[in-house]
């Protein structure tokens, strides 16, 4: 874990990157704001979490870090050791964490419960969508860590979501008051969505996607499939995070789309 900071004192805002290490993005996201780092007024760290994981180009080594929280010190599993030092360094910081997926080549946040904090900070960043996962947390960075946003920047190993990193990471920082940056103005509403249940996938040579993220998915409609089985959507729905080979034994998520932001 590689800890940088801007500015003197005690932060209270951090930004973290690559705590999957088959997402780069972040890392690079880090790297480019402190080659060209922005007149400070409060202090805030900088994190490359999984840098063993980042070598390796492994999503991770022994266990999923975002699914090891609240981490334990004296495990054997490197991920699980990792998750106990990392939530001690953001314990009472404002948090952003930067990933990247395989199923949606914009930016969209992610967050436990949409509080005030959090509907002000995602609608100062240049995301297309909010997402709220509260009641399906478990072992994520949002269950140890109180104020915590997360953003998707892209395509793994893109050079945009690296691009897209480092312009969220500065608008965060401009939104959490580290600089007297101006946050974007938002020209449209941002939806906001809740997390539903998972779309299990079945063991097969080969996947398919037939619907896109955010967009509206009728019941009845086809959702996906593995070699030749369909999987029909049940009821209506808005999928997140949905693709043919991001996870193991899922195709991705169903969402409720449950609001908008001015």
Do not use: W
């Not at 801007?6 to 088959?22: F, R, T």
């Amino acid at each position: 874990m590689r800890i940088e900071q801007l500015g003197d004192g005690v932060p209270e805002v951090a930004v973290v990157g690559s705590i999957h290490g088959d997402e780069p993005c972040g890392r690079d996201g880090i790297e480019a704001v402190l080659a060209d780092p922005p007149e400070v007024e409060r202090p805030v760290k900088f994190i490359i979490a999984n840098e063993a994981a980042l070598d390796a180009n492994k999503r991770y080594l022994d266990t999923d870090l975002n699914r090891s929280f609240p981490g334990d010190a004296d495990s054997e599993s490197h991920e699980t050791r990792l998750a106990a030092a990392l939530a001690a360094e953001l314990h009472d910081c404002t948090v952003l964490s930067l990933h990247s997926t395989q199923s949606y080549d914009g930016m969209f946040a992610l967050v436990d419960d949409l509080t005030p904090e959090m509907e002000a900070l995602c609608s100062a960043l240049s995301v297309d969508a909010v997402v709220q996962t509260k009641g399906a947390n478990e072992g994520r960075l949002f269950a140890t860590v109180d104020s915590v946003v997360e953003v998707e920047c892209g395509y793994q190993g893109s050079a945009e979501a690296a691009e897209n990193a480092e312009q969220v990471i500065r608008e965060f920082l401009a939104a959490t008051g580290v600089t007297t940056e101006s946050p974007p103005q938002r020209e449209t509403p941002l939806p906001v969505f809740q997390l539903g249940e998972p779309i299990p996938k079945a063991a097969a040579e080969q996947y398919e996607v037939f619907v896109r993220n955010f967009e509206p998915v009728p019941e009845g409609d086809p959702v996906a499939a593995a070699d030749d089985e369909t999987v029909v959507a049940e009821e209506a729905f808005h999928p997140v995070l949905l693709s043919a080979y991001g996870y193991e034994d899922v195709f991705g998520f169903t969402a409720d789309r449950i609001g908008m932001l001015d």
